[in-house]
């Protein structure tokens, strides 16, 4: 289990739990917040219903102060879409993230000798908010911007440890797990193992199950705005389990630094 700050609760066994103590009304709110935003399209308000499973009333109401707020906005034919307040609020968050990461990568980069990465959540996948690139010819790029499926990737998988089962059972259902390797997880059950073991251990790996020939490994970022993960990517060759093992507790102590400036700054409560 994590276990660099003995006082704090692991925010991958928080995922697990599902306890958040928080309002019923915001969390439901952002619920459909969260509905809409993985949605392919604009959304009905029937679908939201049988996505949700709240009340139609519930629904009206909050949609209602929703879009009278600007966080999301109905269509000429009555269907529902973020607005752009929502917008501006999630780049705004993904720019604080990376700005506070970016100055602890070099160091990792330095000591790793590997390509360096923060990745959030975004909606029903993982986006690419900082990278610091491995100094060596042969290396790994992740570019800031780039999106990439949760099931594929190890800071995709750090992220979904920290959800809730049913959180996850929900962004497995909307996404689904097309494989894109030949070592890539296509069943939901083996997914699940998975992240059991991330939650228990306190890291994931991506056994080029992304890409061919790449290894990854991530830990959490805990005390963000949005939940996030900090990784490293290799040719696999140099990323062997003897690597790992040296190389984890710089990417924790990383991870544990950027949360800690985080926190600093005053800007955003501690998660968990």
Not at 85 to 94: K, Q
Not at 209 to 236: H, K
Not at 248 to 270: N, Y
Request: glycine residues 8%.
């Amino acid at each position: 289990m994590l276990g660099d700050h003995q006082n704090e609760p692991s925010p991958l066994a928080a995922g697990k739990s599902g306890q958040s103590g928080g309002v019923q009304s915001l969390e439901r709110a952002f619920d459909l917040v969260e509905l809409i935003a993985s949605a392919p399209g604009p959304i009905a308000l029937s679908r939201l219903a049988e996505l949700s499973h709240l009340p139609p009333p519930t629904i009206h109401r909050l949609v209602r102060t929703l879009v009278r707020r600007g966080y999301i906005r109905q269509t000429p034919n009555r269907l529902y879409v973020l607005g752009p307040r929502f917008m501006r609020l999630g780049d705004a968050a993904r720019r604080v993230v990376g700005s506070w990461a970016e100055r602890h990568l070099s160091d990792l980069v330095d000591l790793s000798g590997e390509t360096v990465h923060v990745a959030v959540l975004d909606y029903d996948g993982a986006l690419y908010v900082a990278q610091v690139p491995s100094k060596h010819h042969m290396r790994i790029f992740t570019d800031v911007g780039r999106r990439v499926r949760l099931h594929l990737s190890a800071v995709g998988k750090v992220l979904l440890a920290q959800m809730t089962d049913q959180r996850i059972r929900e962004a497995v259902d909307r996404q689904g797990m097309p494989a894109q390797t030949p070592k890539s997880i296509t069943s939901f059950d083996v997914l699940q193992k998975e992240i059991e073991e991330v939650r228990a251990r306190g890291y994931a790996i991506d056994n080029g199950e992304q890409e061919v020939g790449m290894r990854c490994m991530a830990v959490p970022v805990p005390g963000m705005p949005t939940l996030s993960a900090l990784g490293i990517s290799s040719p696999e060759q140099r990323l062997p389990d003897e690597a790992i093992a040296r190389i984890l507790p710089q990417l924790k102590e990383t991870a544990a630094r950027i949360s800690e400036d985080a926190l600093r700054q005053g800007e955003t409560p501690k998660r968990g």
